[in-house]
């Protein structure tokens, strides 16, 4: 009895050094990023450089704000075009689709989520960019040549669309089904129970959902390079050209880093988008449990 109750404190104790290992990780990361970042945040402040729009590596000036709004404006565009054609489809798989359809029509969603984001790229660059420039854009603007922060929102949200679609299926399959039937036998049709039952019981788990999908929308790379346009520009419509964080330094890590600070900027903005994410992600975590105690009480 006393050997197991020793096993027992040593595996308890191990799966804490374990998890403290993982959590260390980020922290491991933000450290590493901040002190690559120092030779530039002791030349030039903080707040300077998150709010200049000027960039000319070769003249020492490093003005973050066009791609910080490059990455605000790609990703917004992503969430508001995924989030509800995500939950749609969540909600007819689960509730509405026959089983036959359901068996084919999970593993579809699911095999979307698996296809290389090189691949999203280039359907972007020859589907999404020519639709944009010929027939979205002349309707608004007088010019774009496609290559936009829409064109980068809605590659984006085609790849984002089956993490929130998986997540929101299995939140909407944990809803008990006595709610549903005591809804139906008061007279509610299909939609209102959904509508007033079952989406209500089911917020905090696709708010859990569109924060995994920004995360990641925040990190992706190379798809969104290639669609667009990478000027750094600060963008003041849809139709033109942005430059995400993780755009600038994938396309300038490696190259051109013997000019002075380079190195330096580039993992300010690696440090940048780390910071983005946690702000995101903590202040995301406070809306659900805030919104989780409002619906418990």
Same mark, same amino acid.
């Given at each position: #009895?006393?050997?197991?109750?020793?096993?027992?404190?040593?595996?308890?104790?191990?799966?804490?050094?374990?998890?403290?290992? /993982?959590? /260390?990780?980020?922290?491991?990361?933000?450290?590493?990023?901040?002190?690559?970042?120092?030779? *530039?945040?002791?030349?030039?402040?903080?707040? !300077?450089?998150?709010? /200049?729009?000027?960039?000319?590596?070769?003249?020492?000036?490093?003005?973050?704000?066009?791609?910080?709004?490059?990455?605000?404006?790609?990703?917004?565009?992503?969430?508001?075009?995924?989030?509800?054609? &995500? %939950? %749609?489809?969540?909600?007819?798989?689960?509730?509405?689709? $026959?089983?036959?359809?359901?068996?084919?029509?999970?593993?579809?969603?699911? *095999?979307?989520?698996?296809?290389? $984001?090189?691949?999203?790229?280039?359907?972007?660059?020859?589907?999404?960019?020519?639709?944009?420039?010929?027939?979205?854009?002349?309707?608004?603007?007088?010019?774009?040549?496609?290559?936009?922060?829409?064109?980068?929102?809605?590659?984006?949200?085609? #790849?984002?669309?089956? *993490?929130?679609?998986?997540?929101?299926?299995?939140? %909407?399959?944990?809803?008990?089904?006595? *709610?549903?039937?005591?809804?139906?036998?008061?007279?509610?049709?299909?939609?209102?129970?959904?509508?007033?039952?079952?989406?209500?019981?089911?917020?905090?788990?696709?708010?859990?959902?569109?924060?995994? =999908?920004? /995360?990641?929308?925040?990190?992706?790379?190379?798809?969104?390079?290639?669609?667009?346009?990478?000027?750094?520009?600060?963008? !003041? &419509?849809?139709?033109? $050209?942005?430059?995400?964080?993780? =755009?600038?330094?994938?396309?300038?890590?490696?190259? #051109?880093?013997?000019?002075?600070?380079?190195?330096?900027?580039?993992?300010?903005?690696?440090?940048?988008?780390?910071?983005?994410?946690?702000?995101?992600?903590?202040?995301?975590?406070?809306?659900?449990?805030?919104?989780?105690?409002? %619906?418990?009480?």
């Amino acid at each position: #009895m006393q050997i197991r109750i020793i096993k027992d404190k040593i595996i308890s104790k191990l799966m804490l050094v374990f998890t403290l290992a /993982s959590v /260390s990780v980020l922290l491991v990361i933000g450290i590493g990023l901040f002190y690559r970042s120092l030779p *530039l945040l002791q030349k030039i402040s903080f707040y !300077h450089l998150i709010s /200049s729009s000027i960039w000319k590596p070769l003249k020492g000036l490093f003005g973050f704000f066009p791609f910080i709004m490059g990455t605000l404006w790609v990703t917004g565009i992503a969430i508001i075009i995924a989030l509800p054609l &995500s %939950l %749609l489809t969540a909600i007819y798989i689960v509730e509405y689709a $026959p089983a036959k359809v359901r068996k084919v029509l999970s593993p579809f969603v699911n *095999l979307l989520s698996g296809i290389p $984001p090189v691949i999203f790229g280039v359907w972007g660059v020859l589907f999404i960019i020519p639709l944009i420039q010929d027939h979205i854009a002349p309707h608004f603007v007088e010019f774009s040549t496609g290559y936009s922060v829409l064109a980068g929102g809605v590659v984006l949200a085609v #790849m984002i669309f089956p *993490l929130i679609v998986s997540i929101i299926s299995e939140v %909407l399959r944990t809803i008990p089904k006595e *709610l549903k039937d005591a809804s139906l036998s008061l007279g509610a049709t299909q939609w209102e129970t959904i509508k007033k039952v079952i989406l209500r019981k089911a917020i905090p788990g696709i708010i859990a959902a569109v924060v995994l =999908a920004i /995360s990641r929308a925040f990190g992706e790379t190379i798809a969104v390079l290639m669609v667009c346009g990478n000027n750094a520009v600060v963008p !003041h &419509s849809v139709f033109e $050209p942005g430059y995400p964080l993780p =755009a600038l330094i994938a396309n300038n890590y490696g190259e #051109m880093l013997s000019i002075p600070m380079y190195d330096s900027a580039l993992m300010f903005a690696a440090l940048l988008l780390f910071i983005i994410i946690l702000l995101f992600n903590l202040i995301s975590r406070l809306i659900l449990a805030n919104l989780e105690r409002k %619906l418990s009480a």
